[in-house]
């Protein structure tokens, strides 16, 4: 994929290496899995198109806009309010069990 993907802990732009999605500032590589999951959700939205304001409920960013990501209550999927990026359910479990990052200096 051939677009800008940001962190969802903290908003920087991740890096590959050995393609592999990482985030220099928190020193967090993603699993295949997480990775694989917001390359999916990329897929299908398009470029940074807003569609309204970011709720503010979860610390969890988008890696298309930046947005804040927010909980569907349905189907426990995460949807990004400002450019209507989703990811399917179990992506903030496997962030917060699977992936270290360093919060400090936010």
Same mark, same amino acid.
Do not use: W
């Given at each position: 994929?051939?677009?800008?993907?940001?962190?969802?802990?903290?908003?920087?732009?991740?890096?590959?290496?050995?393609?592999?999605?990482?985030?220099?500032?928190?020193?967090?590589?993603?699993?295949?899995?997480?990775?694989?999951?917001?390359? !999916?959700?990329?897929?299908?939205?398009?470029?940074?198109?807003?569609?309204?304001?970011?709720?503010?409920?979860?610390?969890?960013?988008?890696?298309?806009?930046?947005?804040?990501?927010?909980?569907?209550? !349905?189907?426990?999927?995460?949807?990004?309010?400002?450019?209507?990026?989703?990811?399917?359910?179990?992506?903030?479990?496997?962030?917060? !069990?699977?992936?270290?990052?360093?919060?400090?200096?936010?």
């Amino acid at each position: 994929m051939n677009r800008d993907i940001f962190c969802p802990f903290c908003t920087n732009q991740l890096v590959r290496q050995n393609d592999n999605l990482y985030c220099e500032k928190g020193d967090c590589g993603f699993s295949k899995v997480v990775q694989n999951l917001m390359e !999916e959700a990329l897929s299908k939205v398009d470029l940074l198109k807003p569609i309204d304001s970011i709720l503010e409920k979860f610390n969890y960013y988008c890696p298309n806009c930046r947005g804040k990501l927010e909980v569907v209550e !349905e189907d426990k999927s995460f949807l990004c309010k400002n450019c209507a990026l989703k990811i399917r359910s179990g992506f903030g479990h496997m962030l917060r !069990e699977y992936h270290y990052h360093k919060m400090e200096n936010l």
